[in-house]
């Protein structure tokens, strides 16, 4: 049952089509095969008593010195012989008498009966004074109605199983046109799916019937879906555009006030100054929130600076120098190119560098002191062009599997090591600026057992064809410095 369930609705309405005329036709053809085999029977019998009958008339007996004398019609004997057809004749003083082939008939009984392999009729001859003086067997072979009855079995056989057939083909056509409708809704389904546009056509069919109502109630659906994502992308875009702007306002002052604590801690001593630095930690942190906020927006508006080739080995460079006041006591061991030979990355400086710096301060900040974070970079030749790789591994415990799938989310935090902990966005961060520069970024596992980062992006090099006539277009220029707290 299980493994009919599994097929398709049409082959499962063919099948039960050819059932149940299999079923009928069966029972059709033993009824009809019982009767066929009675009535040949019957006929044979009746064809052997009628020849038994007219042989009794065609062979007189004659008294005689030394017996019954039959005189028979020769033509009527042998007439009656044919078809293989056996004729014996038993005196009652024990004479045989054989016409045809020698086959034992057993002793004259009254009636018909089957004796090795013939059916045989008994008659009685008599003389001209009504004295029995010999008896007459007639016997044909029952192969005949043997090979009769099989034919006819096989022909009913034929019938079912050829009807069988007829119908599970005619079932299957009828129920793939049945299902012809679904199938073009399911197109039509796998069609949004693909596209995932909601605003197509459902097929109908011309018939009011429940495939109809169901392409209805589908298209009705899809209609309504499609009015509650407008409805959601407008209330997103609106957020994104809230969040936009009111991070841009913030930073004006924010960064005023930051100058004033700035000011403010240099003039004063002891708890006061205590005071001011506390404050002034918290705009830094709000103030690189508010950075954080603002390039996550700019990214999900698809806004982004101005795009110029960067030195990505000199980007990652001043984010690990960026990055020395939070290293306490890690080993921070930097594998770049020397000199001129780092990767070439067409993409927008700042947001680059606040990617490489994410990543630094995240294994630092969620590995215990003393342990070492390796940031490296290299360039690997992929069949789309050439990869710059940047790696940033660490020796710590790792990422804990129930945050592994979720780790690039926004306000995602794992544990840190030190003292409170970030906003969980770097990482979104991170991945937000790899793909809108064509790159992705994935978690993996160091040597160590700790956490790797692995950061792709599509480098400048180009095919010789292409450098020689658009390599030179845009100046190299050295990445831009990182705001404070960006």
Same mark, same amino acid.
């Given at each position: 049952?299980?493994?009919?369930?599994?097929?398709?609705?049409?082959?499962?309405?063919? #099948?039960?089509?050819?059932?149940? %005329?299999?079923?009928?036709?069966?029972?059709?053809?033993?009824?009809?095969?019982?009767?066929?085999?009675?009535?040949?029977? $019957?006929?044979?019998?009746?064809? #052997?008593?009628?020849?038994?009958?007219?042989?009794?008339?065609?062979?007189?007996?004659?008294?005689?010195?030394?017996?019954?004398?039959?005189?028979?019609?020769?033509?009527?004997?042998?007439?009656? $012989?044919?078809?293989?057809?056996?004729?014996?004749?038993?005196?009652?003083?024990?004479?045989?008498? +054989?016409?045809?082939?020698?086959?034992?008939?057993?002793?004259?009984?009254?009636?018909? +009966?089957?004796?090795?392999?013939?059916?045989?009729?008994?008659?009685?001859?008599?003389?001209?004074?009504?004295?029995?003086?010999?008896?007459?067997?007639?016997?044909?072979?029952?192969?005949?109605?043997? +090979? %009769?009855?099989?034919?006819?079995?096989?022909?009913?056989?034929? /019938?079912?199983?050829?009807? %069988?057939?007829?119908?599970?083909?005619?079932?299957?056509?009828?129920?793939?046109?049945?299902?012809?409708?679904?199938?073009?809704?399911?197109?039509?389904?796998?069609?949004?799916?693909?596209?995932?546009?909601?605003?197509?056509?459902?097929?109908?069919?011309?018939?009011?019937?429940?495939?109809?109502?169901?392409?209805?109630?589908?298209?009705?659906?899809?209609?309504?879906?499609?009015?509650?994502?407008?409805?959601?992308?407008?209330?997103?875009?609106?957020?994104?555009?809230?969040?936009?702007?009111?991070?841009?306002?913030?930073?004006?002052?924010?960064?005023?006030?930051?100058?004033?604590?700035? #000011?403010?801690?240099?003039?004063?001593?002891? =708890?006061?100054?205590?005071?001011?630095?506390?404050?002034?930690?918290? $705009?830094?942190?709000?103030?690189?929130?508010?950075?954080?906020?603002?390039?996550?927006?700019?990214?999900?508006?698809?806004?982004? /600076?101005?795009?110029?080739?960067?030195?990505?080995?000199?980007?990652?460079?001043?984010?690990?120098?960026?990055?020395?006041?939070?290293?306490?006591?890690?080993?921070?061991?930097?594998?770049?190119?020397?000199?001129?030979?780092?990767?070439?990355?067409?993409?927008?400086?700042?947001?680059?560098?606040?990617?490489?710096?994410?990543?630094?301060?995240?294994?630092?900040?969620?590995?215990?002191?003393?342990?070492?974070?390796?940031?490296? #970079?290299?360039?690997?030749?992929?069949?789309?062009?050439?990869?710059?790789?940047? =790696?940033?591994?660490?020796?710590?415990?790792?990422?804990?599997?129930?945050?592994?799938?979720?780790?690039?989310?926004?306000?995602?935090?794992?544990?840190?090591?030190?003292?409170? /902990?970030?906003?969980?966005? /770097?990482?979104?961060?991170?991945?937000?600026?790899?793909?809108?520069?064509?790159?992705?970024?994935?978690?993996?596992?160091? =040597?160590?057992?700790?956490?790797?980062?692995?950061?792709?992006?599509?480098?400048?090099?180009?095919?010789?064809?292409?450098?020689?006539?658009?390599?030179?277009?845009?100046?190299?220029?050295?990445?831009?410095?990182?705001?404070?707290?960006?």
């Amino acid at each position: 049952m299980r493994a009919l369930r599994r097929l398709p609705v049409r082959i499962r309405l063919a #099948l039960i089509s050819a059932s149940l %005329t299999f079923a009928i036709l069966l029972l059709f053809a033993v009824v009809i095969g019982v009767f066929a085999g009675r009535q040949v029977r $019957s006929e044979f019998d009746d064809e #052997l008593r009628v020849t038994a009958a007219d042989l009794q008339q065609k062979l007189p007996v004659q008294p005689s010195m030394t017996g019954p004398v039959i005189q028979g019609d020769l033509e009527a004997i042998e007439a009656a $012989s044919a078809g293989a057809a056996a004729i014996q004749i038993v005196t009652l003083d024990g004479h045989n008498y +054989h016409v045809g082939p020698d086959v034992d008939l057993g002793p004259p009984r009254p009636g018909s +009966h089957a004796v090795h392999g013939y059916r045989v009729v008994s008659r009685d001859l008599s003389d001209p004074s009504g004295q029995v003086v010999a008896r007459l067997q007639y016997a044909k072979p029952l192969s005949r109605v043997s +090979h %009769t009855i099989a034919r006819i079995d096989l022909f009913l056989a034929l /019938g079912v199983f050829g009807g %069988t057939a007829l119908a599970f083909l005619a079932g299957l056509a009828l129920a793939r046109r049945a299902m012809a409708p679904i199938a073009g809704l399911t197109r039509a389904a796998r069609h949004i799916a693909r596209t995932r546009d909601p605003a197509v056509d459902l097929p109908k069919p011309q018939a009011e019937d429940e495939v109809a109502d169901l392409a209805r109630t589908l298209e009705d659906m899809l209609q309504a879906l499609d009015a509650a994502r407008a409805e959601t992308e407008g209330a997103l875009a609106r957020q994104r555009e809230f969040v936009a702007d009111a991070s841009h306002e913030l930073r004006t002052p924010l960064t005023s006030i930051l100058a004033n604590l700035e #000011l403010l801690e240099a003039e004063l001593a002891g =708890e006061e100054r205590e005071m001011a630095d506390s404050a002034l930690r918290s $705009s830094r942190r709000m103030r690189r929130l508010v950075a954080d906020l603002l390039l996550l927006a700019r990214a999900d508006a698809g806004r982004e /600076g101005l795009r110029e080739d960067v030195d990505l080995s000199a980007v990652v460079s001043e984010a690990a120098a960026e990055a020395a006041p939070v290293v306490a006591g890690h080993d921070l061991r930097l594998d770049l190119p020397n000199g001129n030979g780092g990767p070439i990355v067409v993409g927008v400086s700042d947001d680059l560098h606040r990617l490489a710096l994410n990543l630094v301060e995240n294994a630092l900040a969620h590995t215990p002191p003393g342990t070492e974070v390796r940031v490296s #970079l290299t360039t690997e030749d992929r069949p789309g062009g050439e990869m710059a790789v940047l =790696e940033v591994s660490d020796a710590g415990h790792g990422i804990p599997p129930q945050l592994r799938e979720r780790i690039f989310e926004r306000f995602v935090r794992g544990v840190s090591e030190g003292a409170g /902990g970030g906003s969980g966005l /770097g990482l979104a961060i991170v991945r937000a600026v790899a793909e809108r520069h064509g790159g992705s970024v994935e978690l993996t596992e160091s =040597e160590s057992g700790g956490a790797r980062f692995v950061v792709r992006l599509p480098t400048a090099r180009r095919p010789a064809a292409e450098r020689a006539t658009a390599g030179a277009a845009r100046p190299l220029r050295p990445p831009a410095a990182p705001s404070a707290g960006a």
